[in-house]
C-alpha cells in the first residue's frame, strides 16, 4: 500500500503570530516557518505504518511557495521515500488543495492519504473531509488511533463527547489530532540523507486543477483585547468578590 | 431564498449547537429551514421544530443515517444546498466532519467557524488560534458555513412548532462503519454550554489531584475543562480540552487552576464573560486575562474558596 501525506508549511507554532499594520494579513516576512504540527504527526503516523509492513512506501506532498520544498525535506527526513512539490506562490484554498490531492491520490494510487486536521494557520478544518468527498473514499477525521488490517482502517476519532471508533474500507482519508503519536526529530544523518532523496514539481495545470480562489480577504485584525483585571490577597476575597462584584455566583 | 441549518442531534433532541446555528441564520434575514437527518430521530425534528424562527424542517430518517456518518449525510446536504442562499452547520466535531465533504460535493469552498456576520457575502472568522481575526467575502452561488459555538446566542424555544416535512433519501452506501464509541458519561452540565467551567492544568499534578477540581465545580454546577498540557499528562479526558483545537467556552464564569495560559489555551475561553486564574507563578501569562488574579497555591487555594462560597452562598 501506498501512503500519502500532504504536508503545509506555516508559522512556527511558537511565533506568536502578528497581525501587518495594513490589515492584510498575518506578518510572515523573516518569520520562523515549520511544518503544520499537524502534518508532523501524520508523517509520524505514515513512517510507523511503513517501519510495521503496512505500507510499502510514504510520499510526502506540499502546495506551496518555492520553500514548501524545504517542508518536504523536513517529512523525507522524517523517513518519507519521496516528494512531490506542486508549486504554486499564491495562497490555495482548501477545495483547491482538495482537488489537487484528489489528482495526486489517483495518479499514484494511493492506498491511504494520512494528513492533519487543520492547518495552524487558516484553522479552516477542511481539506481532508473535502479531498475524501472528491475521491468518493471514507473518511476518519480528528483521529487518535489508527489501525490498518484485512482492507480496512479502524480510527478512533475525538468527538465532542469522548471518542469514536469507525472502520474505513481501503482506500481511505484520516485526518490526524493531537494524540495520535509523538513525532520523531529526524537526526542528522537522515537530514543529509533527505536531501538526495527524489522530490519532483509539478504545476497546478499538470494536474488538471485551476487554484483561483473564491474567496477573498478582505481585512485581518487584532482581536479585541482583554484588559488584565486585579489581583486579590485570598481565595476568601476572591468568593466575595465573585459574589458581591462581579455576580457570577 | 431560504437558509439550511444542519441540525446536529442525538435522535430524541436537538443539541444546543444547532440552536447557536439557528440563531446566526436568523441574522440572516430570511426563512430557516433545519434538516434533520437520522435514523429514528422524529422527536429530534420535533425539537428542531419547536426552536424559534425556524420557518421548516426537513426530517430524513433512514436506518443508513445513524450515528451522523458525514459520509452518509454529506451527500444529503449537497443535493439540497442549490435550493438555499446558506446552509450552516455548528463548528462541532459534528459539523466540522460533515460540512466540509457537503461543500466539496456541491463544488464550494465553505468558510468555517464563522463568529460574525458582516453581510450575506461576507463573514469574520478567527485564524491563528484566535491571534487575528479575518473578515472574508465569498463569491459561491450557495454560502456555505460552519458556525463557532459561542458566537452566537442560542435561540429559545419558540410558541408555535414549525411544520416537519419528512423527506426520501437514497439509501446511504459508504465505505464507513460505527463500530462504538466511549462517551464521557458525566452528571455536570456539557463544557460548551456550561454558564460555569472549572478548568485544570498541569499544575494539578496528577490524575488524583484533578479530581480535586470536582468539588468546586459540583458546588458551582459547573462543567469541567482542561488545558491541552492536563489532557496530554493523562489528567484529564480528551473531550474535556479547551484551547482553540479543541472545545472553545465562553461560560458567564471561567475559573483557571494551574494553567499557565498558552496562547492555544486563551484561545478556547478568552471570550468568556468573568475569568478567574489560580496559579502560583504570578508571571503566569494566564493573568494578562484575568479579571480575578490570585497567585497562591491552587492546594491551599480550593478548599479555601470552596468554604468562602459556600459562605457566599448560603444566605441565597
Known sequence: MKVLVPVKRVLDAYVRPRVKSDGTGVELANAKMSMNPFCEIAVEAAIRLKEAGTAEEVVAVSIGGAKASETLRTALAMGADRAVHVLHEAEVEPLAVAKLLAALARREAAGLVVMGKQAIDGDNNQTGQMLAALLDWPQGTFASGLEIADGSALVTREVDGGLERVRLALPAVVTVDLRLNEPRYAPLPAIMKAKKKPLDTLAPGDLGVDPAARTRVVQVEEPPARQAGVKVATATELAERLHAEAGVI | ?316
Do not use: W
Open chain 2, 1 to 316: 431564498m431560504a437558509v439550511l441549518v444542519l441540525a446536529e442531534h442525538d435522535g430524541a433532541s436537538v443539541r444546543p449547537s444547532t440552536a447557536v446555528a439557528v440563531a446566526a441564520a436568523t441574522d440572516l434575514g430570511a426563512d430557516i429551514h433545519v434538516l434533520v437527518a437520522g435514523a429514528d430521530c422524529a422527536a429530534a425534528a420535533q425539537a428542531a421544530a419547536g426552536l424559534s424562527g425556524v420557518a421548516r424542517v426537513l426530517h430524513a430518517d433512514e436506518p443508513g443515517l445513524a450515528h451522523g456518518l458525514a459520509e452518509a449525510l454529506a451527500p444529503i446536504v449537497a443535493r439540497l444546498a442549490p435550493d438555499y442562499s446558506h446552509v450552516l452547520a455548528p463548528a462541532t466535531t459534528f459539523g466540522k466532519n460533515v460540512m466540509p465533504r457537503a461543500a466539496a460535493l456541491a463544488d464550494i469552498q465553505m468558510i468555517s467557524d464563522i463568529s460574525g456576520i458582516e453581510a450575506a457575502d461576507t463573514f469574520r472568522r478567527p485564524i491563528y488560534a484566535g491571534n487575528a481575526i479575518a473578515t472574508v467575502q465569498t463569491d459561491e452561488p450557495v454560502k456555505m458555513l460552519t458556525v463557532r459555538t459561542t458566537a452566537f446566542e442560542p435561540v429559545p424555544a419558540a410558541e408555535a412548532s414549525a411544520p416537519v416535512e419528512a423527506i426520501d433519501v437514497a439509501p446511504a452506501t459508504h465505505g464507513a462503519a460505527f463500530e462504538g464509541h466511549e462517551l464521557t458519561v458525566s452528571s455536570r452540565p456539557e463544557l460548551t454550554t456550561a454558564g460555569v467551567v472549572v478548568s485544570g492544568g498541569r499544575g494539578l499534578g496528577s490524575k488524583e489531584n484533578f479530581a480535586l477540581l470536582d468539588t468546586l465545580a459540583d458546588r458551582l454546577g459547573a462543567a469541567v475543562g482542561a488545558s491541552r498540557a492536563a489532557v496530554d499528562a493523562g489528567y484529564a479526558p480528551n473531550d474535556s480540552q479547551v484551547g482553540q483545537t479543541g472545545k472553545v467556552v465562553a461560560p458567564a464564569l471561567y475559573i483557571a487552576v494551574g494553567i499557565s495560559g498558552a496562547i492555544q489555551h486563551l484561545a478556547g475561553m478568552k471570550d468568556s464573560k468573568v475569568i478567574v486564574a489560580i496559579n502560583k507563578d504570578e508571571d503566569a501569562p494566564i493573568f494578562q486575562v484575568a479579571d480575578y488574579g490570585l497567585v497562591a497555591d491552587l492546594f491551599d487555594a480550593l478548599p479555601e474558596l470552596e468554604g468562602a462560597l459556600h459562605k457566599a452562598k448560603a444566605p441565597a
